[in-house]
């Protein structure tokens, strides 16, 4: 959004918030300051704080209560379990000092370099009476909910409706996963780079269906006419997790600082020697990269890729062939100039394409039992492109095993083995991750 519409947007929230009842929506301002900034306010859409869903009778529910549409334990569920409600406390933490100290940051918990993630980072203009930044509350990944604050706990109101009076669409997949993404992947104004990981932050790792699982989810992923939702919103979570990836990729390219080197396989460089006999690394190098580059990493690609080939065989091929020269390109010490900009253009428009027909497909049963299969039967190139990848398509198995037999749990112990590979990941070793997979593969029920 433009700074124009934004401050235009804070002009109406500052009127709503001084108690003026008046309703903007209906009579649209038309501020002409600078050519620009003619834009008509939708709506006021100010932040007023998770304390406002927080009554019993909303969302603050101990018990799902019967008969209602929603759970309405949502309040509960993000205070008692949700990290999100710690992510402000976070900063306060040792771990955040440290990285403050490192970093030259007078004090993390009031950086905006970490505010804009680990809060609701609302500007002041957009703050309403209640406001208060507990983390990363409901309006985070809800949006503003002023105007439809009051109207939404009607009966007659929409989600249409809600959604037009300024809330976030987190029912449609692909909005869902940008949301998430903002930040767990970074965008252009909040991001997580090799400074910040080196300085102690954690690498950004995600898979919308695995997070989703574990933030817990606060609201019933399967109902009875879309019971394979979860494997729709794997599908279109990889998609559109590898399609910001290329667009991440581009931004950091395109700048001065490049190799920004947490786009590269971590361990390329974190790995410990071994004696040249048993190092793998070199010995699988396919021979596109010199001996000693380190790779790009290419996680997001390797499950991805699965998904792609599942829909439509042609384009996983054309995406196939645009990644390997990206991967040649990106891991060159001095990249030719626009190529990769070019490379991760072309992966976007085949993504577009693909993400569109996912919104639409009907997952079942057998799409996610196909799925898990292709992953397990690829894992010995899976292995050799890193623990990131590796781990990446460990999560995605998981996740494609419960989506199959949420019920079975037999496989429970070989998946903790699998992930304990990824515990110390400078010892990763290829051969074991694939004995594992051929070991799940096995027991997988045919
Ligand atoms: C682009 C968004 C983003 C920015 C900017 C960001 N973080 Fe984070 N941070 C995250 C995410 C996402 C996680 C959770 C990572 C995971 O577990 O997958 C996290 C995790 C952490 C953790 C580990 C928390 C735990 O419970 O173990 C610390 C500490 C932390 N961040 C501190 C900071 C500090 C300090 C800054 C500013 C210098 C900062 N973060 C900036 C997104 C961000
Ligand atoms: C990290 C992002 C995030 C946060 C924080 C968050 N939600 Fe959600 N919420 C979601 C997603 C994703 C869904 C599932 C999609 C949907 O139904 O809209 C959801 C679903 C819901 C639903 C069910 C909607 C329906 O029609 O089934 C309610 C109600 C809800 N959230 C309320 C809250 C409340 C209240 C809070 C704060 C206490 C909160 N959420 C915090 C992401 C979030
Ligand atoms: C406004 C930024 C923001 C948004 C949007 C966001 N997250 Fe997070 N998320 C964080 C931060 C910061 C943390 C780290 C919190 C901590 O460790 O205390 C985190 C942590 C998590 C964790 C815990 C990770 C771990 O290692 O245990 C999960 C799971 C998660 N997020 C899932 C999601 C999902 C799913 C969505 C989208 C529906 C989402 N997040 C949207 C910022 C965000
Ligand atoms: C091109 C090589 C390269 C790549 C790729 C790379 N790093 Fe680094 N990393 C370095 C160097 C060099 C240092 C600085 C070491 C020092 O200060 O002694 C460093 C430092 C670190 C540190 C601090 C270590 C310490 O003991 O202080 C961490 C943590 C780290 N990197 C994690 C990562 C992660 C996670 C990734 C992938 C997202 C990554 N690195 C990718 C080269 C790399």
New binding site residues.
Partial sequence: MSRAALALISLAAAALIAGLTVSIAAAPIVVAATPLAIVQAPAAHAYTGPGSCAAAACHGSIRPVPGSAILQTEYTTWIAQDRHARAAEVLSQPLSVRMAKILGLAAANSAPKCLGCHTLDAPAATQGRTFASEGVSCEACHGPASAWLGPHTTKTWTHAQSVQAGMFDTKDLVKRTEICLTCHLGTADKFVD?EM??AGHP?LVFDLEAFSAAMPRHWRPVTEADPFAPVRSFIVGQLVHLRGSMERLARRAAAPAW?E??E???F???HSLTRAEDSWRQRDADGARRPGD?AL?VARWVTARHVLAAQDAKAATELSEVMAALERDASRRRPNDGQIAALTTRARSILDLAIARAITAKPEAATAARLLRAIAADAEDIATRGERAAEQAAMAMETLYLATAASDTALRPAFDELFQQFKNPSAYDPRRFVAQVKKIDAALPR
């Fill in positions: 090799h990981i080196a690498d190799p080197y947490a590269l396989d971590c390329a460089c974190h380190p990493n």
